[in-house]
Every structure is written in C-alpha cells, then in structure tokens.
Nanobody, 124 residues
Framework: QVQLVESGGGLVQAGDSLRLSCAVS??????MGWFRQAPGKEREFVAA????????VYAESVKGRFTISRDGAGNTVYLSMNSLKPEDTAVYYCALRVERLTMQLNSPSVYDYWGQGTQVTVSS
C-alpha cells in the first residue's frame, strides 16, 4: 500500500517561512505535487516536480516565494515556503503520480495517491 505522509505544518506569522515534507513509501514515482485547500474553497494547485530531471512548475500565486524540491536519493519531497501571507492559510496535501504523463501536472485528477494533509495557518 502506497503511503504519503506530510509533516511540517503549523502556525506562523505573515512574512515567516515554513518547510513542508512529504515522505513517499514507494520508488514508483513519476511526479509529486503539492495542493492546498482553504475552508469553503476548492483544492488548488501549488507546485509540482518531475522526479527524474527535477523540472518544476508553480502556481502564479506562489511563484518566487515557494520552492518544491526532492531528495533524489530518498523518497521525500519538500515545499519551502517563504514570505508567507494570510491567504496561504490552508490544508496542504502532497500527491503522487506514478506513471509518466505528458500533460500538465496542475490538475488533481492526474495524481494517483494523496497524503492526509497538514495545516498551515498564517496570522496577520
């Protein structure tokens, strides 16, 4: 059974930084993504990375502030978040795409497995 375990969420102030981690229990991985969902809103794309080659894509709202990276030798993906804003408050989920995909990685529907989510709260 494939498992994704997120960690690193918490309560911070605006302008602070936070790093989320997502440990994956399988070596069958093509790409990883981070999504977030605020109360009353749909789940939205944050960032994604292809494991081989490391190409990245970001949502416009986080570009320049967030960085997605992976531990190439291991099974962990990170989301480093700087200059956090109150509007970044949400539950953050990591997701795994197992098979190769030529389409965009910004849709939740292309991912096969999901973590349980970790809360990030940014106070003003």
């Amino acid at each position: 059974q494939v498992q994704l375990v997120e960690s690193g969420g918490g309560l911070v102030q605006a302008g602070d930084s936070l790093r989320l981690s997502c440990a994956v229990s399988t070596f069958r991985r093509y790409a990883m993504g981070w999504f977030r969902q605020a109360p009353g809103k749909e789940r939205e794309f944050v960032a994604a990375i292809r494991w081989s080659g490391g190409s990245r894509v970001y949502a416009e709202s986080v570009k320049g502030r967030f960085t997605i990276s992976r531990d190439g030798a291991g099974n962990t993906v990170y989301l480093s978040m700087n200059s956090l804003k109150p509007e970044d408050t949400a539950v953050y989920y990591c997701a795994l795409r197992v098979e190769r995909l030529t389409m965009q990685l910004n849709s939740p529907s292309v991912y096969d497995y999901w973590g349980q989510g970790t809360q990030v709260t940014v106070s003003s």
